[in-house]
């Protein structure tokens, strides 16, 4: 986008490890228009610029959608609704009650997909996509260098500073010497120390199962391949690969004490263990199938669930990050919002609240660990007492914070 904007431009992109390696190569690959975290977080935190957000969510996708067509990038990205689904009676009374258009009954929702666990659902068709992340990554990484954009891997950044005019970005072969630095190291320890405590790596785990036959296909339904989550404060997400795997990820979400992205937490037998039960209780009908895949990545969890955005030395240095489990899409908003900061022209995007202001940053250790455990069990208790939120998790909603993945 730097080089679309000017092409002019020189531009230098210096990843660590590989491109696509991280959370935009891993993911469950549901593309939201979302740039809040979800409509109810958006809302809460953001009442009177909701509207203005939902819309440039809206159009960010659009102009995603219109990046891979025009790059011809291969990822399988298609709109597709979405399907929450609700396991428990208190979410089916949560539902009716809620009066949302899309809530189907559980006759409805077996008909798409079928799970004896299903007991009601709700459909959304705004602004909802799924892609193949990694072909994304790949993609994008390579109409960047179609575009002119050199890019170097295996090359940590260990430093940034200014000298005179310009910054100086320090890595282990030597320096980098730039006017702007846009910094999107997501779950990574930040360049700044601003932003130390200002998001957490958060563990998410994930299967993928072998393709599907024929005959497995007509047991599920799913004709209309919808992107599936359950309705739990700790969800399930799941769907259908172009070759008929399924992607079944989520539930635990995991935080190492200490806060550290380290290669050897991106597997965890005992969270496998525990997602191929709940795969194979929502699908008896698959039994027998195996996993092809197990993988786990680090998602930057800040404590409003969703992205933040500034500036540093004098505005020579832009960032964005904390877009929790919701960054597809939202990455490429942050992106044009560490632009406009570089360019120093205030837009529509620079004015919102959403980009002026910062969640709350979490405690340092062993305070943080302390808290996060809490708000875990809070949550696991929640989804088990029909929704009722304990005395700690209400706490947490009247200041705005929160945990999530
Ligand atoms: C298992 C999992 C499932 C998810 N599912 C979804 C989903 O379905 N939908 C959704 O919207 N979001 C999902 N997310 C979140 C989403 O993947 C992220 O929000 C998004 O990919 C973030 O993109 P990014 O480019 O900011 O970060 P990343 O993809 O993490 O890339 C950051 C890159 O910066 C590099 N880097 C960091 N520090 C340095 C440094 N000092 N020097 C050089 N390089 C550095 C890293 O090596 C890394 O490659 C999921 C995440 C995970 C882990």
């Not at 910054?167 to 930040?190: K, Q, Y």
């Not at 991106?266 to 993988?295: C, I, M, V, Y």
């Not at 990050?321 to 939202?330: D, E, F, I, K, M």
Request: aromatic letters at 10%.
């Amino acid at each position: 986008m730097a080089k679309e904007r000017d092409p002019a431009r020189d531009v230098l992109l210096v990843e660590g490890a590989r491109i696509g390696w991280a959370a935009s190569g891993r993911n469950g690959g549901f593309c939201d228009a979302s740039l809040t975290h979800g409509k109810i977080n958006g809302r809460e935190k953001f009442p009177n610029e909701y509207d203005t957000l939902h819309r440039l969510g809206l159009e960010n996708l659009a102009e995603l959608e219109k990046t891979v067509t025009e790059y011809g990038i291969d990822c399988d990205f298609h709109r597709s609704s979405t399907i929450g689904v609700a396991t428990r009676p208190y979410q089916v009374e949560m539902l009716k009650a809620s009066s949302l258009p899309g809530v189907l009954d559980r006759d409805q929702i077996r008909a798409e997909v079928d799970s004896p666990t299903y007991l009601g659902g709700i459909v959304q068709d705004e602004g909802k996509a799924l892609v193949d992340p990694a072909g994304l990554a790949w993609g994008l990484a390579d109409a960047a260098e179609r575009l002119g954009v050199r890019i170097v891997e295996d090359t940590p950044v260990t430093g940034l500073r200014r000298r005179g005019q310009h910054m100086v970005v320090d890595t282990p072969g030597g320096e980098i010497h730039t006017r702007h630095v846009a910094l999107g190291t997501n779950a990574f320890p930040s360049l700044l120390k601003r932003n130390a405590l200002a998001t957490i790596p958060v563990y998410d785990y994930a299967l993928m199962t072998e393709p599907l036959s024929a005959e497995q296909m007509a047991a599920v339904g799913w004709r209309n391949r919808q992107g599936m989550s359950d309705l739990a404060n700790q969800f399930h997400y799941y769907r259908l690969t172009a070759d008929n795997r399924i992607l079944w990820g989520g539930y635990d979400a995991i935080y190492n004490f200490g806060g550290r992205v380290r290669r050897h937490h991106d597997q965890r037998p005992e969270t496998f263990t525990k997602l191929a039960e709940h795969f194979f209780t929502t699908f008896p009908q698959l039994e027998g199938l195996s996993f092809s895949h197990r993988w786990g990545g680090a998602i930057d969890t800040c404590s409003r669930f969703c992205a933040f955005y500034g500036t540093a030395y004098s505005g020579q240095v832009a960032y964005a990050l904390g877009y929790t489990g919701l960054g597809v899409g939202a990455t490429r908003f942050g992106a044009n919002v560490m632009l406009d900061l570089l360019a120093g022209t205030p837009t529509e995007r620079t004015s919102l609240r959403l980009t002026t202001t910062r969640p709350v940053p979490f405690p340092p250790e062993p305070i943080a660990w302390a808290a996060i455990q809490a708000t875990r069990l809070s949550l696991n208790r929640a989804d088990d007492n029909e929704g009722r939120r304990n005395l700690w998790l209400r706490t947490l909603d009247r200041f705005g914070v929160g945990f999530d993945s």
